[in-house]
């Protein structure tokens, strides 16, 4: 951590680093980290003299994940337009297959969760969040400049992948549906086909690619 953190912050030198894994009980394809770590003795005013955590992300580059997101700290992490997590550090292993990630650890803020109800006041904040965004990235010529960026045309899919998903949520969840649900669920491939379709033109902004609550953190 010294030497990973030192660019960054010349002051800080550890004695000591503590691991605890975070957000298992969350829908994340990455192994996340709190690390606690305690400053070494100093006679440097500028150093801190507590205790002081980040957070560690590792994943696999062989998955969805793959070398972007450490390519979007890179390029647009300095000033993306939301708040989202300083990065200290960001690496690449291809020979390994692996991503590294040294975040600013936001501890005051509530992590989104899937499996809750979100409240109309978070729906409302999300949406006035996504619409500062996209005005800020909207038609912005500096994203062709990066074809490593998803687009809205990247996400289109053969009727296939639809249809083995469907099939396997009905398999799982069927049961607990309500009639009216059925028909939207056979009509879903077509429709979203459609988007697509409509989707084929609209100008380029950044995209997430993977933007679901579990994924948002909330201020207090």
């Given at each position: ?16 680093v503590q691991l605890a894994r975070i957000g298992e009980g969350f829908g ?61 550090h960001g690496a690449l292993d291809l020979d390994r297959a692996r991503g ?86 056979e009509s879903a491939p077509a429709l979203i086909s459609r988007s697509h ?24």
């Amino acid at each position: 951590m010294n030497d990973v953190l030192g660019h960054a912050i010349p002051s800080i030198r550890f004695a000591s680093v503590q691991l605890a894994r975070i957000g298992e009980g969350f829908g994340l394809a990455s192994e996340v980290y709190r690390v606690t770590c305690t400053p070494a003795a100093t006679s440097d005013p500028s150093a801190p003299s507590t205790p002081c955590t980040f957070v560690i992300k590792l994943w696999s580059t062989e998955g969805v994940a793959g070398t972007r997101e450490v390519a979007f700290y890179r390029e647009f992490g300095g000033d993306p337009g939301l708040r989202i997590p300083r990065a200290f550090h960001g690496a690449l292993d291809l020979d390994r297959a692996r991503g590294v990630l040294v975040l600013e650890d936001i501890r005051d803020a509530t992590q989104g969760d899937c499996l809750d109800t979100l409240d109309v006041d978070r729906q409302a904040a999300i949406a006035r969040m996504m619409a500062r965004f996209h005005a800020r990235w909207w038609s912005d010529p500096r994203l062709r400049e990066h074809s490593w960026l998803p687009s809205m045309r990247a996400y289109d899919r053969a009727p296939d992948w639809y249809s083995l998903r469907r099939r396997q949520f009905l398999e799982r969840c069927g049961e607990d549906l309500r009639p009216e649900i059925r028909p939207w669920l056979e009509s879903a491939p077509a429709l979203i086909s459609r988007s697509h379709e409509l989707l084929a033109d609209v100008p380029d902004t950044l995209l997430h690619g993977d933007f679901h609550l579990d994924n948002v953190l909330f201020p207090p």
